[in-house]
């Protein structure tokens, strides 16, 4: 199946910046989730947004959906270090039972 | 409350042989899905079992093959091991059924094959 495809690749920025991160999808959706990885680890899941949705907020995490564009994006206001990680975001899609289809992801580095 | 737990954390295996890699779900969820992050790649999904029975798979030849056990925790068994495999072997959970469908994720399992 494919993947949909986030931009940038990579991203630095300075602590207390904000970091946008860009995710564009091909079909149909159930929702939309962003999970986060830290150096090769196990993903932690942030947010989820589902198809009838515009907007939500998080903490210091904004999502947004357009689904007549097919793309989400993710802010994380006021960055800081330790927001150091590599962001996915992850289709859930109505014909494919209960699989995630994963991005290709953002890397972030977030400079102190 | 544990999370998703995965054993081993790395494993080292020559080509050809077998890997035998095991998830433990969070308590109360039935679903297991399995993921290979190779590197330079995206996660690919593997596997899902929910119930004791494979759901769906993904895009992998056969000699990737798991199930999932009456306490609902797993196993993922990759035979006739090829370099290619080498890669980051990720377990979520879920609870299939009503509400969010979130997937918990476990540390991972590091496969290298030399």
């Known amino acids: 199946s494919q993947q949909g495809e986030e931009d940038p690749q990579a991203l630095s920025i300075q602590e207390g910046e904000n970091a946008t991160m860009n995710c564009s999808y091909k079909?149909?959706?159930?929702?939309l989730q962003w999970y986060r990885q830290n150096s090769g680890r196990g993903l932690v899941h942030l947010i989820l947004?589902?198809?009838?949705?515009r907007e939500k907020h998080s903490g210091r995490l904004r999502v947004t959906l357009d689904t007549s564009k097919k793309s989400s994006s993710l802010l994380i206001t006021a960055s800081r270090a330790a927001d150091t990680a590599s962001y996915f975001c992850?289709?859930?899609?109505?014909?494919?039972?209960?699989?995630?289809?994963f991005g290709t992801g953002t890397r972030l580095a977030v400079r102190p | 409350e544990a999370g998703v737990t995965q054993s081993p954390t790395h494993l080292i295996k020559t080509r050809g042989q077998q890997a035998t890699l095991r998830c433990s779900p969070i308590?109360?969820?039935?679903?297991v899905y399995w993921y290979q992050q190779a590197l330079g790649l995206g996660l690919q999904f593997l596997l899902w079992?929910?119930?004791?029975?494979?759901?769906n798979r993904g895009n992998f030849p056969p000699r990737f093959s798991g199930r999932q056990f009456p306490n609902y925790s797993s196993e993922l068994n990759v035979n006739a091991l090829e370099l290619e495999d080498s890669a980051l072997y990720l377990c979520?959970?879920?609870?299939f059924g009503t509400g969010p469908d979130t997937q918990y994720f476990g540390p991972g399992t590091r496969l290298t094959v030399l």
């Open positions: 079992y929910d119930e004791g029975e494979e759901r």
């Open positions: 979520a959970s879920s609870f």
């Open positions: 992850a289709e859930r899609k109505k014909s494919s039972g209960d699989k995630l289809t």
């Open positions: 947004i589902r198809s009838n949705e």
């Open positions: 308590s109360g969820h039935t679903s």
């Open positions: 079909t149909s959706i159930n929702n």
